[in-house]
């Protein structure tokens, strides 16, 4: 099975500034899908970034983007311009790619991001 | 637009009781999954469905069941609460293709205490 990890449990960043989070997969498969989800304390997932393997060019979303390197199985995400509204459990999540039935999603263990004003 | 849709938000239950949590979601989608996420660790996948009438078990499916009669609904069933069921609880939704195929959307998640 697919494992994902994050190694970082919780960071911290200075408001405006730029944070970098961290997360490395293992896999055997070629084509894959990448996910970034924020949870604020409401504990609803939101998504945030989405690569797909088969892309070279990194996905970028307004403040957020993403530094994919496959060969590595390397997914980290950059927020630039840091705000308050940013704190929140962050996790990363591989989906097998679509040659199978169901696409199955596996998540990290999370990576707490806090923002000090 | 309502999504995913879970109820309850928040439940206790005595160890033994059995009890619903309800799923439903109005997007169309082929494929639903229930998670759980404990403290510390990532959402691990209980049981998903593929379509109406298909389901399938996913990395920790023991104590709980699942069926799906209808595209719209897929109620997860805990059959004897034990203390170890003590989770935050997400359904999910999702389908592939499209602009926006394969990404995964959550309902807001349920709070289950077992005592």
């Known amino acids: 099975a697919q494992t994902v990890t994050q190694s970082q449990p919780e960071m911290s960043v200075q408001e405006a500034e730029t944070v970098t989070l961290s997360c490395t997969y293992d896999t055997s498969e070629s084509d894959y899908y990448l996910f970034w989800y924020k949870q604020p304390p409401s504990r609803q997932m939101i998504l945030v970034i989405r690569?797909?393997?088969?892309?070279?060019q990194n996905a970028t979303e307004n403040r957020f983007s993403v530094n994919f390197q496959k060969a590595a199985k390397s997914f980290s995400l950059k927020i630039s311009d840091s705000q308050l509204g940013d704190a929140a459990m962050y996790f990363c999540a591989y989906r097998t790619g679509p040659l199978y039935n169901f696409n199955k999603f596996y998540f990290g263990s999370g990576t707490k991001l806090n923002v000090k004003p | 637009n309502a999504g995913v849709t879970q109820t309850p938000k928040f439940q206790v239950l005595k160890t033994g009781q059995s009890m619903t949590l309800q799923c439903a979601q109005d997007?169309?989608?082929?494929?639903m999954s229930w998670y759980r996420q404990d403290p510390g660790m990532g959402l691990r996948l209980i049981h998903y469905s593929v379509g109406a009438g298909i389901t399938d078990q996913g990395e920790v499916p023991n104590g709980y069941n699942v069926s799906r009669s209808t595209t719209e609904d897929f109620p997860l069933r805990l059959l004897s609460a034990a203390p170890s069921q003590t989770s935050v609880y997400f359904c999910?939704?999702?389908?592939?293709?499209?602009?926006?195929?394969?990404?995964?959307?959550f309902g807001e998640g349920s709070w289950l205490t077992v005592v």
């Open positions: 690569q797909e393997a088969y892309k070279q």
């Open positions: 997007m169309n989608h082929e494929y």
């Open positions: 999910a939704s999702s389908y592939v293709g499209g602009s926006s195929g394969n990404t995964i959307y």
